[in-house]
């Protein structure tokens, strides 16, 4: 799960064992994923979208403020409307918390990457639901692929490297929102063992 080791992004925030913990819950997850994608928000907006009450969404939005995931967006509110935004546009986890000697953070760790892994299929589920919504184009420009490869540990790390600077390269050249046909795209990696036994 560790990040190449490149110019570090400033957009990109690394986990530690308190940030962890502040973010390791499932709807601060949806939250913030929310925020990231969407732009801007109040809480009774992302109340309403992910079909939670506004009490919950404004709890959980003041816990990620307090450990630096969102913060108030001045320029969108009016009058008592809190507007939040996310501070940064992605998280670097770092398998070492795994392997924390508090089995607390041990604890965040896992349900971290458990929420990571059950919002890869949400996505995958919601674009087969809807991709009969979407252009002839998009639907050919799609992709949803796995191949088996037999590699050693350290080609699979290199493969892993690989990928992520090819997507990092395509990040350079992003298009912005006048663009014809531009649409935010996500990307799922999974490089994973599987025993054959």
Do not use: C
């Not at 796995?146 to 298009?175: F, I, K, N, Q, S």
Request: net charge negative.
């Amino acid at each position: 799960m560790d990040e190449p080791q490149e110019p570090r992004d400033p957009q990109v925030r690394s986990l530690d064992a308190r940030s962890l913990r502040g973010l390791a819950h499932p709807l601060r997850m949806q939250l913030l994923n929310a925020l990231r994608r969407g732009g801007p928000a109040t809480a009774s907006q992302l109340a309403a979208k992910l079909g939670e009450s506004s009490g919950a969404t404004s709890y959980h939005l003041r816990q990620l403020a307090a450990h630096g995931f969102v913060e108030d967006a001045p320029e969108r509110g009016k009058g008592r409307e809190r507007w939040w935004k996310a501070v940064h546009q992605g998280v670097r986890f770092d398998d070492a918390l795994l392997r924390d000697r508090d089995p607390v953070v041990r604890g965040a760790a896992d349900l971290f990457l458990h929420e990571v892994a059950n919002q890869h299929t949400q996505e995958l589920a919601t674009w087969l639901g809807t991709g009969d919504d979407w252009s002839e184009e998009w639907r050919r420009a799609s992709d949803m692929s796995d191949w088996t490869l037999r590699l050693t540990p350290e080609l699979a790390e290199e493969l892993v490297h690989r990928m992520h600077a090819l997507v990092e390269g395509y990040r350079a050249r992003a298009l912005d929102d006048g663009t014809p046909d531009v649409e935010q795209v996500r990307v799922h990696t999974h490089v994973i063992p599987v025993r054959t036994d």
